[in-house]
C-alpha cells in the first residue's frame, strides 16, 4: 500500500513561485502513476498534472506552460514547481497514485496554497 504526503505549500504573492513535493512510502511507487489535484473554496477537485511511470505528462490548460511535474523513482518522490502563481490557483493540492492516470487509488491528505493579489 502507498501512503503520500503534500509537503511545500503556503503563502505567495501573484507572480511568485512554489514546489510542491509529495513524499511515497510503501511498496510498488514505481508502478503508479501520479498526479496533482486541486480543489479550491466551493469548487470540485481538478486535475492539476499528471505523470506516468514512464514519465509522459499532461497538464490541465489553465497551468500549462506555467506548472511542471516531475518524479523521482530513486527517492520515491514527485513535484510540482508552480511559477506565475495567480490568486485563480489558491486551492488545497493533493497528490495522487493511481496505477493508471484514469483510476486513483491513493490520495495525500494535501497541503493548502494561498495566492494574494
Known amino acids: 500500500q502507498v501512503q503520500l504526503a503534500e509537503s511545500g505549500g503556503g503563502l505567495v504573492q501573484a507572480g511568485g513561485s512554489l514546489r510542491l513535493s509529495c513524499a511515497a512510502s510503501?511498496?510498488?511507487?514505481?508502478?503508479?502513476?501520479m498526479g496533482w489535484y486541486r480543489q479550491a473554496p466551493g469548487k470540485q477537485r481538478e486535475m492539476v498534472a499528471t505523470?506516468?511511470?514512464?514519465?509522459?505528462?499532461n497538464y490541465a490548460d489553465s497551468v500549462k506552460g506555467r506548472f511542471t511535474i516531475s518524479r523521482d523513482n530513486t527517492k520515491n518522490m514527485m513535484y510540482l514547481q508552480m511559477t506565475t502563481l495567480n490568486p485563480e490557483d489558491t486551492a488545497v493540492y493533493y497528490c495522487?497514485?493511481?496505477?493508471?492516470?484514469?483510476?486513483?487509488?491513493?490520495w495525500g491528505p494535501g497541503t493548502q496554497v494561498t495566492v494574494t493579489p
Open positions: 495522487a497514485a493511481g496505477l493508471n492516470v484514469f483510476s486513483w487509488q491513493y
Open positions: 510503501g511498496i510498488g511507487y514505481n508502478i503508479y502513476s
Open positions: 505523470i506516468t511511470t514512464i514519465g509522459s505528462t
